[in-house]
């Protein structure tokens, strides 16, 4: 862990803070979030969250839009959570990667239940 820089260590600190605020948050309008990855910038006064969010588009967009509008909230709370002289601004980015992921599940496991049919009679041949 010695070779790990400062930036790092303050990306993994604030991903695991900002997953515990936005599980604590009250608005109906976020739905089913998880933070995938933050970056930091390197004078550490700037946050990318990236996010994932289950649902469907409306939702997603609707949970955009309360994430945004939180921005403050979340930024006071983690600056309660960890002590650095500035508190980072957070900005928050949509990540596809998991429903890009549920989606390969999906698409191998159809391969896998129909794979039978759709191959047998050309591997007789």
Known sequence: MAGRTRAERLADQ?????????RKMKDPR???????????????????VFVSILGREEE????????????????TELGNRIRLRHTPEVVFKYDPSLERGSRVVELLSQIRDGGGQAGGPAEEK
């Not at 976020?30 to 990318?48: A, I, Q």
């Open 60 to 75: 997603r967009e609707r949970t955009m839009a309360a994430l945004e509008h939180a921005r403050g909230f979340v930024r």
């Open 30 to 48: 976020v739905g089913f979030v998880s933070v995938t990855e933050v970056e930091v910038s390197p004078d550490l006064r700037h946050l990318k």
């Open 14 to 22: 604030a991903r695991i803070e900002i997953s515990a605020i936005l």
